[in-house]
T-cell receptor, first 112, second 115 residues
Framework: DGGITQSPKYLFRKEGQNVTLSCEQN?????MYWYRQDPGQGLRLIYY???????QKGDIAEGYSVSREKKESFPLTVTSAQKNPTAFYLC???????????FGSGTRLTVV | AQSVTQLDSQVPVFEEAPVELRCNYS??????LFWYVQYPNQGLQLLLK??????LVKGINGFEAEFNKSQTSFHLRKPSVHISDTAEYFC?????????????FGTGTKLQVIP
């Protein structure tokens, strides 16, 4: 079955460390997205990519970086510059026409 | 710019009672509208969407929503809820912005079904 796989489901990071969250899709979708979810704030867009080797900043890109070397993969790196990284991170994909997202099951990142 | 407002952060309702979750949006261009459901510690799942055509849209799990252009609303309804409907529901609007379809999510409504 087609879908989006995010790994790991839970991740713990020490302050000052970079950490990379994985997102892989086999839906043949062109566009991929990273969202951050905090209680009571809904979903906030971090980065998005509409095509391989191209990506754009979303609303809260500071302290994050991404790459899109393959259509299927869109990893997110949370850098030490992100001051408040503890959150639930969601990856999504869609066709270019944007008829709705398919979401992964999320990664919960905790800074310890 | 576009925005989505979900006025109710929490909605308690008794099992088998009807429910309406409210969503209002603003946009200067034509939009697509969506409702997603999120169960604890999971990703979001698409419930239903309005792209064009009939303003009454039926989705999964017995939910439906009605697009009202004059009131810029897209309220979600279910005539009889079950315990399993307890979850958080997100309204989203998609509009063309800068050459791509930009999606904006509301802040979510937690539906608590009471036995």
């Amino acid at each position: 079955d087609g879908g989006i796989t995010q790994s790991p489901k839970y991740l713990f990071r020490k302050e000052g460390q970079n950490v990379t969250l994985s997102c892989e899709q086999n839906l043949n979708h062109d566009a991929m997205y990273w969202y951050r979810q905090d209680p009571g704030q809904g979903l906030r867009l971090i980065y998005y990519s509409q095509i391989v080797n191209d990506f754009q900043k979303g609303d809260i890109a500071e302290g994050y970086s991404v790459s899109r070397e393959k259509k299927e993969s869109f990893p997110l790196t949370v850098t030490s510059a992100q001051k408040n990284p503890t959150a639930f991170y969601l990856c999504a994909s869609s066709t270019r026409q944007q008829m709705g997202y398919t979401f992964g099951s999320g990664t919960r990142l905790t800074v310890v | 710019a576009q925005s989505v407002t979900q006025l109710d952060s929490q909605v308690p309702v008794f099992e088998e009672a009807p429910v309406e979750l409210r969503c209002n949006y603003s946009s200067s261009v034509s939009v697509y509208l969506f409702w997603y459901v999120q169960y604890p510690n999971q990703g979001l799942q698409l419930l239903l969407k309005y792209l064009s055509g009939s303003t009454l849209v039926k989705g999964i799990n017995g939910f439906e929503a009605e697009f009202n252009k004059s009131q810029t609303s897209f309220h979600l309804r279910k005539p009889s809820v079950h315990i399993s409907d307890t979850a958080e529901y997100f309204c989203a609007v998609s509009a063309l912005s800068g050459g791509y379809q930009k999606v904006t999510f509301g802040t979510g409504t937690k539906l608590q079904v009471i036995p």
